[in-house]
Nanobody, 127 residues
Framework: VQLQASGGGLVQAGGSLRLSCAAS????????MGWFRQAPGKEREIVAA????????YYADSVKDRFTISTYNAKRTVYLQMNSLKPEDTAVYYC?????????????????????WGQGTQVTVSS
């Protein structure tokens, strides 16, 4: 699986951006798609994740009610809609996929669980 992330940029606080992550190759319902971010001097953290089937999602507390993760199966694309952006959202955002089969609705949030990563896209929020 190869992932291509796009949609980052510079935006003022309170603004919105939509990140996209297109997956090449086959995708399966058990895949978990995640968005992570890493700010300078900080560790990489989970932002949001979704099972490819769309039946379960996870959001970090810091982005709940502001960000929305979704999938568009026909385009094998996962989106991260980011609203009410804050300067502390500034980071490089990465999409990733966990491809190991499993049953159930649990959405994995640890970055070590993910085995394919996109190249990252910079999001900068000015105050």
């Amino acid at each position: 699986v190869q992932l291509q992330a796009s949609g980052g940029g510079l935006v003022q606080a309170g603004g919105s951006l939509r990140l996209s992550c297109a997956a090449s190759g086959r995708t399966f319902s058990w895949y978990v798609m995640g968005w992570f971010r890493q700010a300078p001097g900080k560790e990489r953290e989970i932002v949001a994740a979704i099972k490819w089937s769309g039946d379960n999602t996870y959001y970090a507390d810091s982005v709940k009610d502001r960000f929305t993760i979704s999938t568009y199966n026909a385009k094998r694309t996962v989106y991260l809609q980011m609203n009410s952006l804050k300067p502390e959202d500034t980071a490089v955002y990465y999409c990733a996929v966990r491809s190991t089969w499993y049953s159930g609705t649990y959405v994995y949030t640890g970055d070590l669980e993910y085995d394919y990563w996109g190249q990252g896209t910079q999001v900068t929020v000015s105050s």
